[in-house]
């Protein structure tokens, strides 16, 4: 894994003390952007205060777990990387319906079955490399980012507190400002903080233009200074009607943690390929344990948050020590409700400059994924459906919850799962007779580059290979139907013609060409002939051509039963 | 198919070459280069940009033209390979032989 050149601290890098804490507040001041939802749910719930105090405190102390259990990878469980958890209003459907049917504590029941659902999913999710690809990956990603940018340009957009559209542009501008500013014409350590510096002018701001109203700041002091959840103080209770929006909720979490899952590895590695799947299972199953034990302790249902792995990525620190002291300051805001209480003042527009910034990050960060691999129509098909879908939730959203079940409406969880889902759902429909190797025969004599280009960028399509490999593909495969033809390695068949059969298979992980012919085995080389043999030696040619294969593919195997040949070219993609 | 050109630049020949340099092709490159030397030119700039394969047998016509213009204190210059071609260079250990440059003008 190789360090991009935008992460000034990776995973395995210890940032200064100093650094440290100011970025673990930095996060925390993203972050608290999600407590405001907990008071937003407690209100939909009808919680007494006291209620709503222990859903908040909880639902951080268990963000804070979370933070802990994802990075410090202990007994198969956490991915490793800096990848917090959230609470998300996508859940609210879910939940509600529970607590219609079975009541407050059922709730809570319904968050330990969330919990258990992601750690099967988890596991689920490593079998399905098939159609958890590479692309389907990019568009999580994607969908996370534009996600992100709408709810960043809603909350601006939106704002309900007495601002006006000019204060509204006004601190929109200040803060995106400042992040832009400090993020592409600073470096170094003013570039680590340009989120919380943009936050941070974006709250004197609000000071400035009066735009944090009394009953606000009434607020703030009247919350006490310290409380100290208690497990199960609302309730916590099992019913089976609770069962099926609990899978359905986990199932969708587990879809939103798999892309910002693998958000976090595409951004903390340069050489980045694919999904490491192994890890995307680790990750889940330490967000669902969380949920286990968020359950008992009365929080809501969290999620990895997109938009803080974004944040670590853009401004360029992604230490697993970040992760440490993040979930430290969680753990101890948790027992602060004065402190809670500070997230809720701050003006959205404010937060939604944040996310505008974290989410132009992310969206192209998904862009470039989904655009390193060549696309057939069945993947274009499936991405673009997804996409639409994801996108359009909003829309898809209204008429669905008014037609459907009610178990149903949690299908609609959030742009990204319901985008993934459809993904998933096409590129595994699509697999139908998408298994058999491709085969063609050409005339070695009369068979141009060209239409053996032809032939293996349309399998490359089909495959969705990496175009480089592709290349690489069809320089080599040129290469011996060259040595095959020009050293009289093909035998004549009825006189006529030479013919070379040229097959491809693709697992996800290799671009396999075969050569199929009759005639003599082509010899390969492991040391290329010297300046001299090539001047004045006329095999040496031939075994610079043998050479020449063996580095271009990673590996090569030549075979022979009787008179018929095979050379098997194998890229790894 | 292979396609062979050339202009004086900046007291260089600028050899554009474009398409495939294979085994049928390399014999009349070889040819060319051989002439072009003949007629005095020394100082040799390839022009790869259009060029989309190369192989063994090319190698070798680079290899000889590179040597003979040892002998005449000349140099040969390759320029605007793709990644696959710099590859093929790289992995034959032909990019020691040569100075190898991103675009022609950086040769000159």
Redesign the interface.
Known sequence: MRKPENILYGTGDKPPLQILLVLALQQMSFLGVYLVISPLFARELGLDPAQSLQLVSATLLASGLGVLLQTAKIFGIGSGYFCPLQATSSTFAGLILVKTHSGLSAVFGMVGVVGLAQMAFAWLFQRLRGVLTVQVAGLAVLLIGLGLGYYGIKLVLEADAGLELQQQGLLCALTLGTMIVFNVWSSGFLRLFSAFLGLLAGFIGSYALGAIPDGDWAIFHDAPLFYLPRPMNIGWSLDHHAILPAIITGLFLALHGFGALVAAQRFNDADWKRPDLQLVKQGILAEGLTNVCNSFLNGLPLTSSGGAVSLAASTGCTSRYLAYWLAALMAGIAFMPKAIVFWQILPLPVMGSALIFLASFTALSGLQVIASRLLDNRKTLALGIGLILGVSYEPVLRPFHQASAEALKTLLFSGVSLGVFVAVVLSALFQIRNHTREQRTFDAQHSS?DEVIVFLEQQGRIWGARP?IV??AE?AT??AF?ILT?HGLLDRQDGDSDKIRLQTIFNEYTFTVILGYSGKVLPLMTH?PS?EE??NDEG???Q??G??LH??ADQVRARHDGERCELRLIFND | MLTISSARRGGCLVIVLAGRIDAASAKQLEQYCLEQIGNGEIRLVFDFAAVNYISSAALRVFLLVAKRLDTLKGSVKLSALNATLRDVFDISGFSKLFAITATVEEAL
């Open positions: 580059l480089e290349r690489r320089h040129w290469q060259e020009e290329p300046h090539m001047l040496a040619v031939l610079m051509a050479y020449l580095r271009l």
